[in-house]
């Protein structure tokens, strides 16, 4: 197994300033202008810059982090540059109702990661996007598991399909989650694992916290996820890439 690093950011936690951004973001900033996207982006930006940062050991000066670069891939996928050169780390990147998370992992890892509010989803979305097995899943749980059911099996399916770099352009019915019943909770994680059509296999782990589902996937599989230090103390902590 693999190791992988996660950060939770807030809206709280992201400066007032722009001047961690880097020459680029800030012009793709300034072409931003609904509130909520603004908003949005800059703390996804945030958390992936401060996660990454923490992963390769670097400084959280804001100088520094404009030097981490947040690119879109052809696939839409992020990827990162430090100093306009590609940096060793992959990450994967989600933000729902002011929160953002990030992952992190070594280069040549396959990795997605989400997080969904848990609240209620109807029948027709359950049979338009979940597959057969997946229905069969929700039609056996009881009223009041229901909610957060369905939410785990929508985020992992988004973070499966993030690891495949193809995100929602996929059918979400190619890929089918399996929740590992009777699995182990480590540090408030609990695993499961997402079969694609094409005979593929993802591991990962999901967690439950604050009304929200988070997942993680990764191939290889990877070891119950890593908390990375908080911004504040980020000088303090050892490279846990080393």
């Known amino acids: 197994m693999k190791p992988v690093y996660w950060l939770e ?5 992201v400066p007032a300033e722009n001047d961690w951004l880097s020459a680029r973001e800030s012009v793709c900033l300034s072409g931003l202008r609904v509130a909520k996207r603004r908003a949005d982006w800059r703390l996804g930006r945030w958390t992936a810059k401060c996660a990454v940062a923490s992963f390769l050991n670097l400084s959280m000066d804001a100088q520094d982090l404009a030097q981490i670069e947040i690119r879109p891939a052809s696939s839409g996928a992020p990827e990162i540059f430090i100093a306009n050169e590609p940096a060793a780390v992959a990450v994967s990147i989600s933000h729902s109702s002011g929160a953002a998370v990030c992952a992190v992992a070594k280069p040549g890892v396959e990795l997605g990661c989400d997080q969904e509010v848990i609240e209620a989803r109807s029948d027709v ?3 338009d996007y979940f597959t057969e ?9 009881c009223a009041a598991e229901r ?3 369905v939410t785990l099996l929508w985020s992992a399916k988004e973070s499966a399909l993030k690891a495949l770099r193809e995100g929602l352009r996929l059918d979400t019915r190619s890929v089918t989650v399996s929740p590992i019943n009777g ?3 480590l540090n408030g994680w609990s695993p499961l694992q997402v079969r ?5 296999s993802f591991y990962g782990w999901w967690q439950q916290g604050h009304g929200m589902v988070r997942t993680l996937v990764a191939n ?3 070891d119950s996820p890593i908390l990375l230090p908080a911004p504040t103390r980020f000088s303090d902590c050892a490279s846990p890439s080393g």
């Not at 694609?196 to 593929?200: Q, S, V």
Request: proline residues 6%.
């Open 196 to 200: 694609c059509a094409d005979g593929r």
């Open 147 to 149: 909610s957060r059911l």
């Open 125 to 127: 979305f359950v049979a």
């Open 133 to 141: 097995s997946e229905q069969v899943l929700v039609a056996r749980v």
């Open 9 to 13: 950011q807030t809206q709280a936690d």
């Open 183 to 185: 699995g182990f909770n």
């Open 220 to 222: 290889p599989a990877p």
